[in-house]
């Protein structure tokens, strides 16, 4: 086999040349040299090689979609906007194979190609930067529609995301060079990753919508436009409860032997209790309405107690309420995210944005990790259909 030619046959018009220990390639669209080792003179596993590589999708300054594979630039700091001094790892747990996994590190050496030969910053260096990997999605997913691959590497990377923030306080956020803003670093303390057991990835576990506004939120510096970030995930959902709610209580009515579907009274009954609730449900009331539904559920006394324990030691500290027994009863929470929500959104001449509580209370940050607490629940809890 001519490997020159064979080469010259992937795309028209490729410039090639062999050397002594490589192969010489220059990429057909980005117009750049990549180095082929000769495969101890297997020219099919070669040729095999450099058409993978060629047929890669490459993001520019951002990400490289390969086969089964996909890398994407990242920022790993705590929650605190710390970035680490150097490269850190999450390195694969366990065995991998038939396993989704993702790992946290170095940049590969044909990603770093890519970057190297497209992005045109002056202080880019591969070493400051580091990679956030996902393995055999394709094959573990039964993948094959190109548009339901890239849409899967989306969705595992919000849960990526969401999973390492709530669980560690890290913060992962991507890193675009494709844009023409600065990327200066800042250099600070390493997080500590032992912790970290598992990179295996499952979607479809958690809600995309709300964990997308989850990790909007968690990606802002804190203010009040972060807790109404954060109380979004809950506002998604609001008309979805309210709808089911009332679906429950006609389909309960419709079942009572009280009920006739042959008399006009009962039926505009119905309609008038619909309307009712329509005109009664506030977002106020649609607030408590998703914490019953998808902040309790179904753990009995105990459990809850137990899995919200962070939850109500923090109210207690912010002097909302005296001890954890009055949380069975889920009006007072509603009613501290609520208004606290209000103060963040109200603004007119009578309530002038020097005189607010937001602004001037010390406890903001307690109430931004009130509802990050919150939201986390309510995503946990929510059923994915």
């Excluded at 970035?83 to 396993?99: A, H, S, T």
């Excluded at 394709?138 to 999973?163: C, G, P």
């Excluded at 940050?365 to 986390?376: C, F, G, W």
Aim: charged letters at 30%; aromatic letters at 12%; glycine letters at 2%.
């Amino acid at each position: 086999m001519d490997i020159v030619q064979e080469v010259k046959k992937l795309h028209k018009g490729i410039v090639v040349e062999l050397q002594d220990e490589f192969l010489l390639v220059e990429h057909p669209k980005y117009k750049f040299d990549i180095e082929f080792d000769l495969e101890d003179g297997d020219n099919q596993a070669l040729l095999k090689i450099v058409k993978e590589t060629l047929e890669c999708e490459y993001e520019f300054g951002k990400s490289l979609l390969d086969k089964d594979y996909f890398e994407i630039i990242v920022n790993l700091t705590y929650g605190k906007n710390l970035f680490p001094e150097e490269n850190i790892d999450i390195p694969l747990v366990g065995e991998i194979e038939d396993k989704c996994v993702y790992e946290i590190g170095e940049i590969s050496q044909l990603f770093e190609q890519f970057l190297k030969n497209t992005v045109r910053y002056d202080h880019f260096e591969a070493e400051y930067y580091y990679s956030l990997k996902i393995h055999h999605l394709e094959s573990v997913f039964e993948l094959t529609d190109k548009d339901d691959i890239k849409q899967a590497y989306k969705n595992a990377l919000n849960t990526i995301t969401f999973d390492i923030h709530r669980k560690y306080d890290l913060k992962l956020k991507i890193v675009d060079f494709g844009n023409a803003e600065e990327h200066d670093i800042d250099f600070y303390e390493e997080p500590q990753l032992e912790r970290i057991e598992d990179t295996t990835v499952t979607l479809n576990i958690y809600d995309n919508d709300l964990i997308s506004y989850y990790n909007r939120a968690s990606d802002m510096t804190d203010s009040e436009f972060k807790y109404l970030a954060y109380f979004q995930v809950l506002e998604c959902i609001f008309d979805e409860v309210y709808r089911e709610e009332t679906i429950q209580d006609v389909r309960g009515i419709l079942k009572s032997s009280n009920f006739s579907n042959r008399s006009n009274e009962d039926i505009t009954s119905i309609i008038e209790i619909v309307e009712r609730y329509k005109q009664d449900k506030n977002d106020r009331s649609k607030t408590g309405l998703v914490l019953d539904k998808y902040f309790k559920g179904d753990l009995r006394k105990e459990a809850y107690n137990l899995v919200n324990k962070d939850i109500f030691d923090l109210l207690i500290r912010m002097k909302h309420i005296k001890d954890a027994s009055v949380m069975n009863d889920l009006n007072k929470l509603a009613t501290v995210i609520y208004d606290f929500r209000n103060e963040c959104t109200h603004s007119n001449r009578s309530y002038p944005i020097n005189n607010s509580t937001v602004l001037s209370n010390a406890n903001l940050p307690d109430y931004i990790l009130l509802i990050q607490k919150v939201a986390e629940r309510i995503i946990l809890n929510y059923k994915v259909t």
